[in-house]
């Protein structure tokens, strides 16, 4: 590893000892707000505020209240739980404001952690944590949550995340990782990047065109993917759509069916590290998960679609935490062939320096890069590009 600035830093972090990081999860969330035994809400009514009190109802702690930002939820209940603003809450228990929870975390808004959690300290709020101490506290009900884990992991795991750091090719995408390996080991969500303005996959910053591309889409959901790729005026060969979840499937080849397009092909199917049945999350949009649920899918791997046809040139990979299986399933034609690869890293805590050391073991040559094309974290693509589609 190189010595600068950054590896500096990053070495810094990753020599911190064992047993602090230990206490650091152990603790944070008693320290924040004194454990859940005294009065506490929830910062925010959605997916994630939702999962969150199932989870705290079975463990038997139940919130005194959501609160949350948006006027259409006040005067509602979720599961008996009232949800009201945090002015109402604040003027309400005045006396003894309860301890918050923020459990507020997507890359479809564009606030900071900070700025959500600022107004609630200038009414009184003083007690304060995030959803990730108390996924600290309790591992077992929460963990892992894409790519929040436990940052004692990140530790064990130090020499695989030197390694993955050596390999990337500029200093944006250095300094990206080094901030989300700190935030990984301290919940400091301002470390994390805003979106880039670049387009998702396609964009002219990570890759060149050429006319005869062959694209795999794997995780094609809905074909929104088809959809981007075509207003970038890119020419291609061949398009394969890899969709297993039969909901997404009927909507991809609806669209692709109003498209009127040739030579594009959707396969109902799932991509991993063998040929034979999966199971998928049913009914959940474009989050369904591999090798979760009750729906038995087919599935097959890169290597086998290869040899039916026109090897990639092109791959695009989000599915959901499968990513590893699918790239493993993909061994002999990105070695022989390496592709252009844009694959997720943002499902799992080891994605950011796992998935680009797989990569490099099947072809020693790729030149790495990172984007994030949501805010906190979401939407964090890898980009492997051989040498001779590096654009000049």
Not at 64 to 82: M, Q, S, Y
């Amino acid at each position: 590893m190189l010595d600068t600035p950054l590896s500096q830093r990053l070495e810094s972090l990753l020599s911190e000892p064992l047993e602090v990081v230990r206490r650091r999860q152990q603790h944070s969330l008693e320290q924040l707000i004194g454990g859940l035994d005294s009065p506490f809400v929830l910062f925010g009514a959605s997916h994630l505020g939702r999962k969150a009190l199932v989870a705290l109802k079975q463990m038997g702690f139940v919130p005194r209240a959501f609160i949350d930002n948006n006027p259409a939820v006040w005067g509602t209940e979720i599961d008996a739980v009232p949800v009201m603003s945090p002015t109402q809450l604040a003027e309400q228990d005045k006396d003894n404001l309860p301890s918050v929870i923020c459990t507020i975390w997507s890359g479809h808004i564009s606030d900071r952690m900070s700025d959500r959690l600022v107004p609630l300290r200038q009414r009184g709020f003083k007690r304060i944590a995030l959803f990730g101490h108390l996924a600290w506290r309790y591992p077992d009900t929460f963990l892992p949550h894409y790519s929040l884990d436990l940052p004692e992991k990140v530790i064990l795991q130090a020499e695989q995340v030197r390694r993955a750091f050596s390999l990337l090719c500029d200093e944006q995408s250095r300094q990206m990782f080094v901030d989300h390996v700190e935030w990984r080991l301290s919940l400091d969500h301002d470390l994390l990047p805003i979106a880039s303005a670049r387009q998702i996959y396609f964009d002219d910053h990570f890759s060149t065109r050429i006319v005869d591309e062959v694209i795999y889409d794997v995780g094609a959901f809905d074909g929104d993917t088809v959809k981007d790729y075509l207003s970038t005026g890119r020419g291609y060969r061949e398009i394969h759509c890899f969709e297993p979840e039969a909901s997404n499937y009927s909507k991809l080849t609806a669209r692709l069916a109003q498209l009127s397009l040739s030579n594009v092909h959707a396969h109902s199917t799932a991509v991993g590290d063998c040929a034979g049945e999966s199971r998928i999350e049913a009914e959940q949009g474009a989050s369904s998960r591999v090798g979760h649920g009750d729906q038995v899918v087919r599935m097959t791997t890169l290597d086998q679609m290869s040899t039916t046809g026109l090897p990639p040139t092109f791959i695009k990979i989000d599915i959901e935490g499968f990513e590893p299986q699918c790239l493993a399933g993909g061994r002999r034609v990105i070695s022989e062939c390496h592709p252009v690869i844009a694959v997720c890293v943002y499902h799992e805590q080891d994605h950011l320096w796992s998935i680009p050391l797989q990569l490099h073991e099947y072809y020693p040559h790729y030149h790495f890069s990172l984007c994030p094309h949501l805010a906190e974290g979401w939407d964090l693509v890898l980009y492997a590009v051989p040498k001779d589609r590096l654009p000049t």
